[in-house]
Structure formats: structure tokens, C-alpha cells
């Protein structure tokens, strides 16, 4: 509760918060098809129709309402987002701390492979595995999370190295407290503030590569929708309907925008260094 | 061990590593080789054809063995022949690769520009509305995908002034420069657009870091003009963050570049990546992702070298 309090507090939480609830209750709605129309549906008269009370944010190509296709396509990408953030999050946390902890050759090796992996543009990362497992939403999940993965390592490595030296945890280990509940009590829960910030940064991050794979065509997949998309399909109409370009461009960096100015916040809020004014 | 050191070891291993990455990820494509090259033409060959091509191109070896002779061949300049072109693929990527590297350049240029003066500016007026106009802005541009800026930039041409951007056929800078850079501008603003926004944030906050120490009240209380103290004493210092930002950005643009070069039209190295996979072109994918690879690598292994040259403490061995 006193976390919601100081971000709602803090001027761009109070924002980014707001929008990233929006955009959720948007997603949730749009995957259980609780829109103004069907999205898939073919409304074949009124192809390329201009916003009207009927169809809020106009018809494209085919007769579909464009809302109905955003709220649907934010939920893909929502789902792309959350799902790989979620896989890269417990994937580069579990090798973090295993390798803080462990030390040794198992560190090398973990930190090598994440070398490796940070050798990468992340976009050319994220082709590269395409390329080998074919286009798909799926594989985008894949492919976000495998590239985020590395980032996830070092920002719970560094830290964990850290408390790892720390007297308290010394102090557990001649408690006779388990690696376990050491590993998961002293340290995880301490990594939490530095998690959050990554995490939310990383799903604006995500978002953006979403979007980008399927402007390529390598993202989701027709008929199924996604904001990345519906641009690609604006793009020779934008002259004639203006508005198969505007909504999803704005849906895109409204949402990215969202994560952005929360993350800001949370890192604010949880980073004492940062913190302008001491309490 | 010095910081430089280590750095300059583990390079190649981890282009090693990288190496084996891009070559093992190709074998897990789905089939074997031969029939990724000849697709449904590949049913027609009998058992010995296939045999012969398995030796041909040495893939009836162990995978190790594979390896290593691809390795030594990659060493050489040899990235394998592309499919689709009937040309060595290191050929095709030096042919796309100096437009790929004009646009990474130009869009560098256009965010220094655009991010440099806009983050002391914002820096110098803390809190003040124009330093939130600076940062709402800044931080809309990081918000907003490079292709989405791209279509806009389209968009408001078309709508506004009945034209669109140059596509088509591609001026290289040495043929007709003027041509050439009417070309690339839009392309390099487009890329560009995120970029100026991070050096904006980024110098913004190195400058208020700077700007609160100890050295910059001396010079102020003796009397050193504003300006002066902004841009001769602080600026400099503050240049260090952005300095690292702006190599890893570069090499970012490197890759990043695909959207725009496919928005655009432009033959560079990311749409030859993208082609590349769409028409399943395997050694010319595993090319490029090498090349592109190699060239951030180096790009951020240089971004070090300048970063130690920059401040000594990284040198001793402190920073860490």
C-alpha cells in the first residue's frame, strides 16, 4: 500500500501509473474479446470507413473497426511483453544468483554465455533466433526473452555479490539457515528494488520489439492482431485513412511511454542515491 | 590484471563464443542444409546426388569438424556463398555495408546536434518549465519505436506537402553527394529520433551532476563567466556518460537500422539481414548476424579504450 501511495505521490509514477492501469484493463478486455465489435469481423460496405459513432476509430482494408483491432492488438502485445519479461525476470535472477553465489567456474561460464549474448544488437539477436524457429508469437516471446535475459543476470549479480559479502548473511550461515532460505530471504529480497525498476523498464523495452518484429512481418501473425501490425498494413493507405496510421502510432508510444515514466518513478522511489530529498 | 587488459582478453574469446552461437544456431534450422538451399527441388535428387553434395559442401563431416573448418574459413574473409545472390556473402555485405554505416553516422550526428545542446540547456534551467519542456520531450522520444517516427515523418510529408521522400533508386555519397545525403536525411533523423533523446537525458543529468561540484563553485566564485563555466569547466566532464552512450548507441544503429532501412527503402546491411531471412538464405544470414556482431563488438570494445582515455580511475584499476 505505502508503494502505491509513493507512486502515486511522485508526478511521472502518478502518470505512468495511470496509463499502465489503462492499458491493462484495455488488454484484458481486448484477449477476452469484450470489444465494440468482433475484431475479425468484415464489415465488407463500410471498407475504409472514417471514425463515426459506429466504428470509433474508423474501418480498414477489409471492413474491420480499427478500435476493436487495437484493443485486441494491445492485448497481444501485452501478452508478448508480460510473458517475456516474466521468462527473462526468473531466468536471469535463477543464473544471477546462482552465479553470485556459486562463484567460481560456474560463474565463468554464466557470465561468458551472457557476454556472448550482449555481443548482439538486441533487434539482430532477436532475427537471428527468428530466422532459425520461424516467425510467430511465440517465438517473439522467445526471442524477447532470451535477448533481455543477460540484462536480468547483471543487474541481480552485481548487487547479490554484494550482500553476499555482508555481515548478516555470515551471521545466517552460523545460524545453520538453509542455502535456500538464505538465497531466497537474504539476498532475493533484497534485489527486489533493483528487479522492479528493470522489470518495468524492460516491458516498455519489450513492447517496442514487439511491435517492431511484427511491423517486419516476423511478429505475430495475420489475421490476429498486433499494433505493429496494423502499421505495417497502414502504410500504403495512410494518404486516403490517416487513421489506420494514427491510432495504433499513438497506442504504441502512449504505452511505452507509460513504462517508461513509471520506471523512472519506481527507480526514484526505491533507489535511495537517486532519492533528491532525504526523509 | 588492468581493466584494459582484461578487456583486450576476453575480446576474442567472446567472439569465439559468439562464432559458435551463430553457427550453431543456423544448424538448428529445421532440415538439413541441402534442402534449405534447393527447397522443393531438393525431393528430385537421388540418394547419391545427396551424398555427393553432403561431401561437396562438408557437411557429411562431424560437427566439430564442421566447425572448425568454418571457422578457419570465416578467419579468412570467407562467410560462405549466399543462395539467392550466387556471390560470395561477405562480397554482398560490403556492398550494403557503407550505406548502413553513413546512415549510423548521420543519425549520430543528428542526436549529438539535437541531445547535446538540449540536455545543458535543460541542465542549466533545473526545474524551471523549460527544462520540463525538455524533458517531457525527451522523454516522448524515447517512448516512440523508430519506425513509428519514420511513418509519421512520411505521413505529415505526404499529407502536408504532397511529397514523399526519395525512395527508389539509391545515390551512394561518392556518386552525387547533395543527391545522396537528400536521400538519407529523413532516414537519419528517423533513426536518430530515440537516439537525441537519450543523449538529452543523459547529458542533462551528467550536467547537474557536474554543475554541483566542488571545482565548478570555485570557477564560479572567481568570478568566471556563465558561459564559460557551463561550457568550458563542466561540459567536458559531463561527456564522459555520453561518450559511452553514444558508442553502445552506435552500434545499436548498426542493427537498428533494419526498420528504417526497410521503411525507407534503402538497400543497406539491415534489410539485406531481413531479406535474408524472409527468402531463407542461410549463410548469408549467418554473414550478416557475424558481421554485425564483429563490428558492435568493436565498436564497444573502442567506446572502452576512449572511456579509459577519458578518466584515469578506470585506468587504475577503481572503477571497475
Same mark, same amino acid.
Given at each position: 500500500?505505502?508503494?502505491?501511495?509513493?507512486? $502515486?505521490?511522485?508526478?511521472?509514477? *502518478?502518470?505512468?501509473?495511470?496509463?499502465?492501469?489503462?492499458?491493462?484493463?484495455?488488454?484484458?478486455?481486448?484477449?477476452?474479446?469484450?470489444?465494440?465489435?468482433?475484431?475479425?469481423?468484415?464489415?465488407?460496405?463500410?471498407?475504409?470507413?472514417?471514425?463515426?459513432? +459506429?466504428?470509433?476509430?474508423?474501418?480498414?482494408?477489409?471492413?474491420?473497426?480499427?478500435?476493436?483491432?487495437?484493443?485486441?492488438?494491445?492485448?497481444?502485445? $501485452?501478452?508478448?511483453?508480460?510473458?517475456?519479461?516474466?521468462?527473462?525476470?526468473?531466468?536471469?535472477?535463477?543464473?544471477?544468483?546462482?552465479?553470485?553465489? $556459486?562463484?567460481?567456474?560456474?560463474?565463468?561460464?554464466?557470465?561468458?554465455?551472457?557476454?556472448?549474448?550482449?555481443?548482439?544488437?538486441?533487434?539482430?539477436?532477436?532475427?537471428?533466433?527468428?530466422?532459425?524457429?520461424?516467425?510467430?508469437?511465440?517465438?517473439?516471446?522467445?526471442?524477447?526473452?532470451?535477448?533481455?535475459?543477460?540484462? $536480468?543476470?547483471?543487474?541481480?549479480?552485481?548487487?547479490?555479490?554484494?550482500?553476499?559479502?555482508?555481515?548478516?548473511?555470515?551471521?545466517?550461515?552460523?545460524?545453520?539457515?538453509?542455502?535456500?532460505?538464505?538465497?531466497?530471504?537474504?539476498?532475493?529480497?533484497?534485489?527486489?528494488?533493483?528487479?522492479?525498476?528493470?522489470?518495468?523498464?524492460?516491458?516498455?523495452?519489450?513492447?517496442?520489439?514487439?511491435?517492431?518484429?511484427?511491423?517486419?512481418?516476423?511478429?505475430?501473425?495475420?489475421?490476429?492482431?498486433?499494433?505493429?501490425?496494423?502499421?505495417?498494413?497502414? *502504410?500504403?493507405?495512410?494518404?486516403?485513412?490517416?487513421?489506420?496510421?494514427?491510432?495504433? +502510432?499513438?497506442?504504441?508510444?502512449?504505452?511505452?511511454?507509460?513504462?517508461?515514466?513509471?520506471?523512472?518513478?519506481?527507480?526514484?522511489?526505491?533507489?535511495?542515491?537517486?532519492?533528491?530529498?532525504?526523509? | 590484471?588492468?581493466?584494459?587488459?582484461?578487456?583486450?582478453?576476453?575480446?576474442?574469446?567472446?567472439?569465439?563464443?559468439?562464432? =559458435?552461437?551463430?553457427?550453431?544456431?543456423?544448424?538448428?534450422?529445421?532440415? &538439413?542444409?541441402?534442402?534449405?538451399?534447393?527447397?522443393?527441388?531438393?525431393?528430385? #535428387?537421388?540418394?547419391?546426388?545427396?551424398?555427393?553434395?553432403?561431401?561437396? %559442401?562438408?557437411? &557429411?563431416?562431424?560437427? #566439430?569438424?564442421?566447425?572448425?573448418?568454418?571457422? !578457419?574459413?570465416?578467419?579468412?574473409? &570467407?562467410?560462405? =556463398?549466399?543462395?539467392?545472390?550466387?556471390?560470395? @556473402?561477405?562480397?554482398?555485405?560490403?556492398?550494403?555495408?557503407?550505406?548502413?554505416?553513413?546512415?549510423?553516422?548521420?543519425?549520430?550526428?543528428?542526436?549529438?546536434?539535437?541531445?547535446?545542446?538540449?540536455?545543458? %540547456?535543460?541542465?542549466?534551467?533545473?526545474?524551471?518549465?523549460?527544462?520540463?519542456?525538455?524533458?517531457? %520531450?525527451?522523454?516522448?522520444?524515447?517512448?516512440?519505436?523508430? %519506425?513509428?517516427?519514420?511513418?509519421?515523418?512520411?505521413?505529415?510529408?505526404?499529407?502536408?506537402?504532397?511529397?514523399?521522400?526519395?525512395?527508389?533508386?539509391?545515390?551512394?555519397?561518392?556518386?552525387?553527394? !547533395?543527391?545522396?545525403?537528400?536521400?538519407?536525411?529523413?532516414?537519419?533523423?528517423?533513426?536518430?529520433?530515440?537516439?537525441?533523446?537519450? /543523449?538529452?537525458?543523459?547529458?542533462?543529468?551528467?550536467?547537474?551532476?557536474?554543475?554541483?561540484?566542488?571545482?565548478?563553485?570555485?570557477?564560479?566564485?572567481?568570478? /568566471?563567466?556563465?558561459?564559460?563555466?557551463?561550457?568550458?569547466?563542466?561540459?567536458?566532464? @559531463?561527456?564522459?556518460?555520453?561518450?559511452?552512450?553514444?558508442?553502445?548507441?552506435?552500434?545499436?544503429?548498426?542493427?537498428?537500422?533494419?526498420?528504417?532501412?526497410?521503411?525507407?527503402?534503402?538497400?543497406?546491411?539491415?534489410?539485406?539481414?531481413?531479406?535474408?531471412?524472409?527468402?531463407?538464405?542461410?549463410?548469408?544470414?549467418?554473414?550478416?548476424?557475424?558481421? =554485425? @556482431?564483429?563490428?558492435?563488438?568493436?565498436?564497444?570494445?573502442? /567506446?572502452?579504450?576512449?572511456?579509459?582515455? #577519458?578518466?584515469?580511475?578506470?585506468?587504475?584499476?577503481?572503477?571497475?
Amino acid at each position: 500500500m505505502s508503494m502505491l501511495r509513493a507512486i $502515486f505521490s511522485h508526478s511521472s509514477g *502518478r502518470i505512468g501509473g495511470t496509463i499502465v492501469v489503462i492499458y491493462v484493463v484495455v488488454a484484458l478486455l481486448g484477449m477476452s474479446g469484450i470489444t465494440p465489435h468482433n475484431p475479425l469481423q468484415q464489415f465488407r460496405i463500410d471498407r475504409l470507413h472514417a471514425p463515426n459513432a +459506429a466504428y470509433w476509430m474508423g474501418t480498414d482494408l477489409f471492413g474491420r473497426d480499427v478500435a476493436s483491432r487495437l484493443m485486441n492488438g494491445i492485448g497481444q502485445s $501485452f501478452l508478448v511483453a508480460f510473458c517475456s519479461v516474466a521468462i527473462a525476470t526468473v531466468a536471469g535472477t535463477v543464473l544471477g544468483l546462482t552465479a553470485a553465489w $556459486f562463484g567460481k567456474a560456474w560463474d565463468g561460464l554464466v557470465m561468458r554465455i551472457m557476454d556472448v549474448l550482449l555481443a548482439f544488437p538486441a533487434i539482430l539477436l532477436a532475427l537471428l533466433i527468428i530466422a532459425v524457429v520461424g516467425p510467430g508469437t511465440w517465438t517473439s516471446v522467445a526471442a524477447i526473452a532470451i535477448v533481455y535475459t543477460p540484462i $536480468f543476470t547483471r543487474v541481480v549479480r552485481g548487487p547479490a555479490l554484494s550482500i553476499k559479502a555482508r555481515e548478516f548473511v555470515d551471521a545466517a550461515r552460523t545460524f545453520g539457515s538453509s542455502r535456500r532460505y538464505i538465497l531466497t530471504r537474504h539476498l532475493l529480497l533484497n534485489l527486489v528494488a533493483p528487479l522492479t525498476v528493470q522489470v518495468t523498464l524492460a516491458l516498455a523495452w519489450s513492447l517496442l520489439t514487439e511491435a517492431g518484429l511484427s511491423f517486419l512481418g516476423l511478429g505475430t501473425q495475420p489475421p490476429a492482431s498486433s499494433l505493429g501490425l496494423m502499421l505495417a498494413d497502414s *502504410r500504403n493507405l495512410m494518404e486516403n485513412a490517416p487513421w489506420l496510421l494514427i491510432f495504433p +502510432a499513438v497506442a504504441i508510444m502512449i504505452s511505452i511511454l507509460g513504462f517508461n515514466l513509471l520506471g523512472d518513478a519506481l527507480r526514484d522511489i526505491l533507489d535511495p542515491k537517486t532519492r533528491r530529498s532525504a526523509p | 590484471m588492468s581493466y584494459l587488459a582484461r578487456r583486450l582478453l576476453t575480446f576474442p574469446l567472446v567472439m569465439l563464443g559468439v562464432s =559458435i552461437l551463430v553457427f550453431v544456431a543456423i544448424r538448428l534450422v529445421p532440415g &538439413d542444409a541441402i534442402t534449405a538451399m534447393l527447397g522443393t527441388e531438393a525431393g528430385l #535428387l537421388t540418394p547419391a546426388q545427396r551424398a555427393a553434395l553432403s561431401a561437396y %559442401f562438408g557437411i &557429411d563431416k562431424p560437427i #566439430l569438424v564442421q566447425y572448425w573448418s568454418w571457422l !578457419l574459413g570465416v578467419l579468412q574473409g &570467407d562467410l560462405g =556463398i549466399s543462395v539467392i545472390h550466387g556471390k560470395p @556473402a561477405l562480397t554482398i555485405i560490403l556492398e550494403r555495408f557503407p550505406l548502413t554505416l553513413q546512415l549510423a553516422l548521420m543519425s549520430m550526428c543528428v542526436a549529438l546536434l539535437v541531445g547535446l545542446p538540449a540536455g545543458v %540547456f535543460a541542465a542549466t534551467r533545473n526545474e524551471k518549465i523549460s527544462d520540463l519542456a525538455v524533458r517531457i %520531450f525527451a522523454m516522448i522520444g524515447q517512448s516512440t519505436p523508430n %519506425f513509428v517516427v519514420g511513418l509519421l515523418i512520411i505521413y505529415a510529408l505526404s499529407a502536408g506537402f504532397g511529397i514523399l521522400p526519395a525512395m527508389g533508386e539509391f545515390t551512394p555519397f561518392l556518386t552525387d553527394p !547533395l543527391r545522396n545525403l537528400g536521400q538519407m536525411i529523413l532516414p537519419a533523423i528517423t533513426l536518430g529520433f530515440a537516439f537525441a533523446a537519450s /543523449v538529452t537525458r543523459i547529458s542533462r543529468s551528467a550536467m547537474l551532476d557536474v554543475l554541483s561540484d566542488d571545482y565548478v563553485r570555485t570557477a564560479r566564485s572567481k568570478g /568566471v563567466p556563465k558561459r564559460s563555466v557551463i561550457w568550458r569547466h563542466a561540459l567536458p566532464n @559531463a561527456l564522459i556518460p555520453v561518450v559511452t552512450l553514444s558508442g553502445v548507441e552506435f552500434g545499436y544503429l548498426l542493427g537498428g537500422a533494419v526498420l528504417v532501412e526497410q521503411i525507407y527503402a534503402l538497400p543497406g546491411l539491415g534489410r539485406l539481414v531481413l531479406e535474408a531471412i524472409l527468402q531463407r538464405d542461410y549463410a548469408l544470414v549467418q554473414g550478416c548476424v557475424l558481421f =554485425i @556482431a564483429f563490428n558492435f563488438m568493436v565498436v564497444n570494445l573502442l /567506446v572502452d579504450l576512449a572511456y579509459v582515455t #577519458l578518466d584515469p580511475r578506470i585506468r587504475l584499476g577503481e572503477g571497475n
